[in-house]
């Protein structure tokens, strides 16, 4: 039952007092990530775009985007492809990416794929995937301004019920991650199978 009625429901954003929350902080155990990135362009690219989900243009530190898989990583990337473009992938774009592996040491983060972290900071999982950006990269702001100084969000693909982790550029984390290069995008049974299995064309 919603808790108030209307079509819509409104998204939430942090409360004023969100830096005095106690918001869990989550020790992400070292472990490998993936990410696809640009042909020719570095690995450990920390950016602020405005399209990125929580890279807020007044954000405190630029952010690296990472994800549990490399399926993770291409549905993260192609998946709107997949559904919005009747299963059509552009293959200029398609060959013009690479994917790495990223050893991630123990990291802070604040972790919203747990119930009991949502719930200290008051927001549901469909303000963190709101459309509108605006509104998980408030929260992200929120995040990053915190006094608990957390390393990156933890949060969960729209795609799958995997993680996802944006790391923020922050001490001396960078030169902490290890990378090492897969390839092309086209090179790699795996992804060329993803492309398979989704009966995705290259066009």
């Known amino acids: 039952m919603p808790s108030s009625p209307g079509s819509l429901r409104t998204s939430l954003l942090p409360s004023a007092d969100f830096g005095e929350k106690k918001i869990p902080i989550t020790r992400q155990l070292q472990r490998h990530w993936f990410r696809i990135h640009p042909t020719g362009t570095p690995a450990l690219h920390f950016r602020n775009l405005p399209h990125h989900r929580f890279s807020h243009p007044d954000g405190l530190f630029p952010l690296l985007y990472l ?18 473009g009747k299963r059509a992938i552009s293959s200029a774009r398609w060959n013009g990416y690479d994917i790495s592996q990223i050893l991630v040491p123990a990291v802070t983060v604040c972790a919203t794929t747990l119930e009991r972290t949502r719930d200290a900071m008051s927001v549901d999982k469909a303000s963190l995937m709101a459309p509108d950006l605006s509104i998980p990269q408030a929260w992200s702001l929120a995040i990053q301004r ?27 984390l960078p030169s902490r991650l290890q990378v090492a290069p897969l390839g092309a995008l ?8 993803w492309l398979e299995e989704r009966e995705a064309a290259l066009v």
């Open 67 to 84: 994800g549990a898989t490399l399926q993770t990583c291409l549905w993260e990337v192609f998946g709107d492809d997949v559904f919005l």
């Open 146 to 172: 915190h006094p608990l100084g957390f390393e990156g969000i933890k949060y969960s693909s729209r795609f799958l019920d995997q993680s996802c982790l944006a790391l923020f550029e922050r001490g001396d």
């Open 186 to 193: 086209n090179d790699l049974d795996s992804a060329v199978d």
